[in-house]
Structures are given as C-alpha cells and as structure tokens.
C-alpha cells in the first residue's frame, strides 16, 4: 500500500482544515487506517482510526469532538476534517495503514506497516 497525505497548511487558532490520504491497492478496505501527528519534540502520536474489522472510527481525547476522520473505501481514501484548531494541533499529520493491528494496538505506530509522508499543519496562535 501506498499512501498520499495532502491538505496541510498555515491556519489560525479556531480555524479548520481538511488533510485527506489516498491509498493505492485493491485491498484497502482490509486494512486498518489510522491518523498519526508528531509535533516538534514530541513522539508520534495517534489521533483518529478506523479498525477494519467493527468498521468504528477511534479518537485521541485530545481531538474528540473537533476532529473527524473518515473512511471512502470505494474511493481507497481516508479524510480528516479538523476544526476548532489551537496551536497545540501543530504538527506534521501522518496517515498509516496496517493489516494485521488488533484493536488494543491499534494507537501503537509500532502496529502500523505503511505510512504516507506527512503533512504539516501549524496553527498559529
């Protein structure tokens, strides 16, 4: 699987932005997908995901409730829409994919076997 993040950018606090992530391959419904952010001397840290195998949608407290993530599988996309932003969301926003997480793992980047490259989102204050 390759994957494709885009929609980064410059915002100020309360603004919104939308990142998406296209995926390559046919299988892309049998994957887990997950939103990752890593902001400047921080460890990469789960933000949103969707466990492949119940199909439900999982948030970070830190982003529940401004932030939601969906899943296209006809269109092999992942978005992320991001409202209420605070300069704390600056970091740059990964999208990752795995085959085989289970659901205990699956905020672990250690589950994860695919990544795009990265989108940088600065919310300034």
């Known amino acids: 699987v390759q994957l494709q993040a885009s929609g980064g950018g410059l915002v100020q606090a309360g603004g919104s932005l939308r990142l998406s992530c296209a995926a390559s391959?046919?299988?892309?419904?049998?994957?887990?997908m997950a939103w990752f952010r890593q902001g400047p001397g921080k460890e990469r840290e789960f933000v949103a995901g969707?466990?492949?195998?119940?199909?439900?949608?999982y948030y970070s407290d830190s982003v529940k409730g401004r932030f939601t993530a969906s899943r296209d599988n006809a269109k092999n996309m992942v978005s992320l829409q991001m409202n209420s932003l605070t300069p704390e969301d600056t970091a740059v926003y990964y999208c990752?994919?795995?085959?085989?997480?289970?659901?205990?793992?699956?905020?672990?980047?250690?589950?994860?076997?695919?990544w795009g490259q990265g989108t940088q989102v600065t919310v300034s204050s």
């Open positions: 990752a994919a795995s085959r085989g997480a289970i659901l205990s793992a699956m905020t672990s980047r250690n589950a994860y076997d695919y």
């Open positions: 391959g046919r299988t892309f419904s049998g994957y887990t």
């Open positions: 969707f466990f492949r195998n119940n199909g439900r949608t």
